[in-house]
């Protein structure tokens, strides 16, 4: 892992095993996920592609603490995170992962920069330190001298790239990306992918992220398949 002042936190193992998954309605019983078996190294960048509708979203909450499995374990590090307490999924998710979506999730009336000092402000950490890691991180995925822009005033290339940098604001272990280029061209996609990629490559981050859009992936080391639920 390259030190550089504001990436402290290496990757981290992620493991799964016999994680289901069951929503039920009046109507009927829906298997999301079916008994999956599954790791990933730490500092390993990973894809996961499949169809709408194969459990790539549903897996990505449940690794992120933002969903409970309806069985099986998740380890995260050196954590079991599905015997977390809701406060302390407050904090694992606060701290310990990076999420990114399709949609951007800026708020529109703040700048990149006051976009970035958010979660960071909610961690406690202090204002000069605040500053010099939005200044950093913004730089990091190119957009140092757009820092006081607001999101209507950036592409959509670059607002997911402040998206990616809201991720990476406490210097989380793990970064969760879902379908982070579903609406972006195919030149941004090929960068946000390869930003992706170099996270784990040159700062040892652990990354998954989930797509359907081949050329997304093409960067990756990895790619896994899902199907109705499990990995094929």
């Known amino acids: 892992m390259r030190e550089d002042g504001f990436f402290a936190n290496p990757g981290v ?3 799964v095993s016999e994680l289901t998954k069951l929503y039920r309605t009046s ?9 999956i078996e ?14 709408s509708g194969c459990g790539k979203t ?3 909450n449940l690794l992120g603490g933002v969903d409970h ?5 998740i380890h995260v590090g050196d954590r079991q995170i599905t015997s977390l307490s809701e406060r302390e999924l407050e904090r694992y998710r606060l701290l310990k992962v990076g999420f990114v979506f399709q949609f951007f999730n800026l708020i529109p009336t703040l700048t990149a920069m006051e976009n970035l000092e958010l979660p960071m402000l909610i961690a406690g950490t202090p204002a000069a330190e605040r500053q010099r890691r939005c200044a950093g991180l913004l730089g990091l995925v190119g957009l140092g001298e757009k820092i006081h822009k607001r999101p209507e005033e950036l592409s959509g290339g670059e607002q997911q790239r402040v998206a990616v940098a809201l991720a990476l604001a406490n210097d989380p272990a793990l970064i ?3 379908e982070p280029t579903g609406n972006l061209d195919t030149e941004n996609t090929t960068a946000i992918a390869g930003l992706f990629a170099s996270l784990a490559e040159h700062y040892g981050k ?5 797509s359907h859009d081949p050329k997304a992936v093409e960067q990756f080391g990895k790619i896994y398949h899902m199907r109705d639920g499990r990995f094929v």
């Open 69 to 73: 499995p309806s069985g099986g374990k």
């Open 176 to 178: 969760l990306a879902d």
């Open 27 to 35: 109507a009927e019983e829906v298997r999301a996920l079916k008994g």
């Open 13 to 15: 193992i992620v493991k």
């Open 206 to 210: 652990t990354v998954i992220m989930a």
């Open 58 to 60: 549903t897996l990505l």
């Open 38 to 51: 599954w790791e990933v190294a730490p500092g390993e960048a990973v894809a996961i592609m499949g169809p």
